[in-house]
């Protein structure tokens, strides 16, 4: 069974910065794309950031420059640094992760961690 767990989430002063961690344990054959998402009150959950096993990286246009994504994949978790942060970046973030099992390695999987509230406030 495949547990993703967040961690890092806070208050934090606008102007400040988090890290947020997200780890994958299991019986994971191989991990492709992981994810961060946020949900705000009243909002849609909407894509925060991305990265494959690769490297490649893409953010919302909302996030470009304050926030980077990253990962050991050694490690099977994903990072997410976020700076210079704003009020209106207040939200749950969740992270997102596409994997195969070693009982089945050609067939991927996507699962939710439970969410860690970020909150940006004086």
């Known amino acids: 069974q495949v547990q993703v767990v967040e961690s890092g989430g806070g208050l934090v002063q606008p102007g400040g910065s988090l890290r947020l961690s997200c780890a994958a344990s299991?019986?994971?054959?191989?991990?492709?794309?992981m994810g961060w998402y946020r949900q705000a009150p009243g909002n849609q959950r909407e894509l925060v950031a991305a990265?494959?096993?690769?490297?490649?990286?893409n953010y919302a246009d909302s996030v470009k420059g304050r926030f980077t994504i990253s990962r050991d994949n050694n490690k099977n978790t994903a990072y997410l640094q976020m700076n210079s942060l704003k009020p209106e970046d207040t939200a749950t973030y969740y992270c997102?992760?596409?994997?195969?099992?070693?009982?089945?390695?050609?067939?991927?999987?996507?699962?939710w961690g439970q969410g860690t509230q970020v909150t940006v406030s004086s």
């Open positions: 997102n992760v596409d994997l195969s099992w070693k009982t089945s390695p050609h067939i991927q999987y996507r699962y």
């Open positions: 299991g019986s994971i054959f191989s991990i492709n794309t």
């Open positions: 990265i494959t096993s690769g490297g490649s990286a």
